[in-house]
């Protein structure tokens, strides 16, 4: 079984979105010594401002960390955490995609 490069590209845009969001979150985590959350954006205005490229990139992340931390403590259940992993990972191809543009931009290939 062989699988189509439209579909290996895919993958691969999927995993350089899924790395690159748990870079920056920890990355922020490591700076700031607050998790990356979304509550991030309630105290508005410059701060809120700034933080939102990192939120923009890291959000896989923090939705797959709220999801398992959530079925684990809470209970939520399973079709809820399925619907949340889609998200991620569609968020995850397409922060994916745009990092890998921007990076072929940059070495101008």
Known sequence: ????PSA?????TLCIGLALSGLLASAYELFTERRASFSLLERGGV????VL????????FIILRNTVRGRR?????????MLATMI?????LVSG?????????LVGA
Request: net charge negative; charged share 15%; proline share 9%.
């Open 88 to 92: 991620a990972c569609g968020w995850s």
């Open 1 to 4: 079984m062989a699988l189509e």
């Open 73 to 81: 403590i809470e209970g939520r259940p399973i079709p809820f955490v």
């Open 47 to 50: 701060a809120a401002v700034a």
């Open 97 to 105: 995609r745009i990092a890998i543009d921007l990076a072929a931009l």
């Open 53 to 60: 490229p990192v939120l923009a990139f890291s959000a896989p």
């Open 8 to 12: 290996l590209e895919a993958i691969e």
